[in-house]
């Protein structure tokens, strides 16, 4: 497809479980954003690469979020031992240049239980 | 951290009517950006704006960056059932370079339209 492409759409786990969330950018684009957004509210920054790199973390809540783009293209975005507090959907976008429009995808909802 | 304070929070308008939504924050931005979110989708971008002062257009839409770099507007003309959505307004800190792309969200305004 055309867009930025994540998965799986929904995912529901058990507390204390690990989840990875998958985020296949539009084709080129350098940079790669992984977002948070709550109901109810807009999105809140988590983590961004310029192709591999990642550039910064400071959004990551806690040690127990992390991600990669290791060849600078597909990301991951990985939470271990799940609380229920991660409930959310967790969006990605990527962005054309280092200082481009971002491209957000559809998101993963994540329901831990 | 930084907050951005969208308001109003939702708006039921007649179709035909114009809209208008703000956003202020208590740190300074140097760009504001307003999305608009369908149901079901991710945020598009409708309007970016870098410079303190500028008053840009996109159609219907105008979008203002506040001469303190604090705040921002969004005005809709002539409003239409398709203007449905959540609008979000946020605001980038890329001094130096760096950070393009990590954006400050607001609350987002819900906006209902009445044919």
């Known amino acids: 497809g055309a867009g930025v492409s994540q998965s799986p759409r929904y995912k529901v786990t058990k507390r204390g479980q690990d989840v990875a969330l998958r985020c296949d950018p539009i084709s080129g684009h350098v940079s790669l954003y992984w977002y948070r957004q709550a109901l109810g509210q807009g999105p809140e920054f988590l983590t961004y690469f310029n192709y591999e790199a990642q550039q910064d973390k400071s959004g990551l809540p806690n040690d127990r979020f992390s991600a990669e783009r290791p060849e600078g293209s597909i990301s991951t975005l990985t939470i271990q031992r799940t609380e229920q507090r991660d409930s959310a959907m967790y969006r990605c976008?990527?962005?054309?240049?280092?200082?481009?429009?971002?491209?957000f995808g559809e998101g993963s909802r994540l329901t831990v239980l | 951290g930084q907050q951005l304070n969208q308001s109003p929070q939702s708006m039921f308008i007649q179709e035909g009517e114009d809209v208008s939504m703000n956003c202020t924050s208590s740190?300074?931005?140097?760009?504001w950006l307003w999305y608009k979110q369908d149901p079901g989708e991710g945020p598009v971008l409708l309007i970016a704006?870098?410079?303190?002062?500028e008053l840009t257009s996109n159609g219907r839409l105008t979008a203002q960056f506040g001469i303190t770099r604090k705040d921002s507007f969004l005005n809709i003309s002539a409003s239409i059932p398709s203007d449905v959505g959540i609008y979000f307004c946020?605001?980038?800190?890329?001094?130096?370079?760096?950070?393009?792309?990590?954006?400050?969200f607001g609350q987002g305004t819900i906006l209902t339209v009445h044919p």
């Open positions: 704006l870098y410079k303190a002062g």
């Open positions: 740190s300074i931005f140097n760009t």
């Open positions: 946020a605001g980038e800190n890329n001094a130096g370079g760096t950070s393009y792309g990590k954006l400050t």
């Open positions: 976008a990527s962005s054309p240049s280092m200082a481009g429009e971002l491209f």
